[in-house]
């Protein structure tokens, strides 16, 4: 699941809900544990001129440029053993 939200300045700020790979026991009622060594993610932004682009975080989240409007996003969870299955957005404004 992937959205896209303004963030505090003019910016616009991509989300997605992470996955445990460890099953889905809610243990503390806060959070799931990724169940991988370690929180990788991989997105890749194809822009409609053929621009592309990958960056790699450590968090369910990343900021997106202005010049990324009609973007298509793809974001895959990078595991230990696999990547997870691609999950997509595609985007067609990021104006005020």
């Known amino acids: 699941q992937l959205g896209l939200q303004r963030d505090a300045g003019s910016g616009r700020r991509l989300g997605w809900m992470r996955r445990s790979r460890a099953g889905w026991t809610w243990r503390d009622g806060l959070d799931a544990a990724v169940g991988e060594e370690s929180e990788r993610?991989?997105?890749?932004?194809?822009?409609?001129?053929?621009?592309?682009?990958?960056?790699?975080?450590?968090?369910?989240?990343?900021?997106?440029?202005?010049?990324?409007?009609g973007a298509a996003?793809?974001?895959?969870?990078?595991?230990?053993?696999?990547?997870?299955?691609?999950?997509?957005?595609?985007?067609?404004?990021?104006g005020a």
């Not at 890749?44 to 989240?61: F, W």
């Not at 990078?78 to 067609?92: D, K, M, N, V, Y």
């Open 73 to 94: 996003v793809t974001v895959v969870q990078q595991g230990t053993l696999a990547i997870s299955p691609p999950a997509h957005l595609t985007f067609s404004d990021l």
């Open 41 to 69: 993610y991989r997105v890749t932004i194809v822009r409609p001129d053929g621009g592309a682009r990958s960056v790699e975080t450590t968090a369910p989240t990343l900021s997106i440029e202005a010049g990324d409007a």
